[in-house]
């Protein structure tokens, strides 16, 4: 099968179907997909070269772990997660005594990079008490 293009259109509130297309495709598909994106966001996220755009284009350098946790944040919009969900979902192992400095140092380093003002965050929120989502933009 010789594919050139998929084209698929999912919905603000399909966020889901889409990580779901994604991972389904880097399944199936034996090359890479030279570009992913997310239409309608201030960032262009592509997971297999694991790349973090703005709308502009310039890429955003990002650590390996700033990108997993930047990508989780960004595949679930608007669902809150505690320190210690973030940790297990990203680090891929138990959470412990050093997930809250952990989650806050890389949260607060993502925020320095893709927030034009990091003090007062537009895209990655805290939500007093509970943890951090990412905001639907």
């Known amino acids: 099968i010789l ?14 179907y889409f990580q779901q297309t994604v991972e389904w495709l880097s399944k199936k ?6 570009y992913i994106q997310q239409d309608r966001t201030d960032f ?22 700033e990108f997993d946790l930047l990508y989780f944040l960004i595949s679930h919009k608007e669902q809150v997660f505690t320190k210690e969900q973030i940790y ?15 989650v806050m140092v890389h949260i607060r380093h993502i925020r320095e990079k893709i927030e034009i ?4 965050p537009r895209y990655v929120k805290v939500v ?3 943890g951090y989502k990412m905001e639907k933009y």
């Open 3 to 16: 594919w050139e293009d998929i084209i698929a259109e999912f919905w603000d509130n399909e966020e889901h």
């Open 44 to 65: 262009i996220i592509n997971p297999f070269t694991r790349t973090v755009s703005n709308k502009t284009g310039n890429i955003i350098q990002l650590t390996a772990k």
């Open 117 to 120: 003002d990091a003090k007062k």
């Open 88 to 102: 297990e979902n990203v680090w891929q192992e138990s959470a412990n005594y050093t997930v809250e400095n952990t």
């Open 29 to 34: 598909i034996c090359t890479t997909p030279a």
């Open 128 to 130: 007093w008490g509970i």
